[in-house]
């Protein structure tokens, strides 16, 4: 039997990519659909990142699989498209909206992406209220390696404070733009008194070095069901005692 658990990272669903969409950071509903259809008919567990979390913690063989949803940035069509779904299948999830581009186009680095808009603040407080959890994203998505420690610093507190107090709520993990991180910035995350941080690397997540740095599998345009399959396949390991 396979176990484990498998953190799955989604940016954009949507109908149809707009031609400035990174086809990477996309999945059409259809496919979502049907994802979370072989989600509940393969009779995989979908757990909160922090039930998830729990049973890492616990440091007990993982004999079943279990599947945590997240999603990076807060696309706009989250609320129209894709929460709809999940509340259908009584999906638990987290999302990372980027905090400075509320209700606005994404617009951080190179990127100027007028078919990507961020969730609005009325939109979030929403979501929130009807148990999706709201996780911090920085406020301009730029690379925290890349820029010194004091900007980096701001990013992730002004993100996580503006955060809480749209949804009246802790703010408990964190999602590192564009997977980049390294012990300066886990550091900074940890003593913000966040609860856990996850990242681009692939793999189980009861196999991560540490709680700030949980691994996710990575879901694509190019992702049909027999790969998306494939993905979530788990060898079962026992979780880390590092916590």
Known sequence: MSTGISILLYHQIGDEPGKHTNLDCFCSVEEFRLQMEYLRDSKKQVVSLAGAIQRM???REIKNELVVLTFDDGCE???DL???ILNQFGFLCTIYPVAGC???PASWGKIQNPDL???SSKKIRELSDMGVEIGAHTMNHYKLTELNNEVAYQEIYESKDLLQEITGREVNSFSYPHGAY???IIKMVEEMEFANAVSCIEGNAENCRSIFELPRKYITYFDGIEVFKDKIKNNGS???STF
Do not use: E, H, V, W
């Open 57 to 59: 913690a616990s440091n």
């Open 82 to 84: 894709t929460f709809p």
């Open 182 to 184: 390294n012990p300066t």
């Open 77 to 79: 069509r989250f609320y």
């Open 238 to 240: 026992k979780a880390i």
């Open 102 to 104: 509320l209700g606005k």
């Open 117 to 119: 808009k961020i969730l």
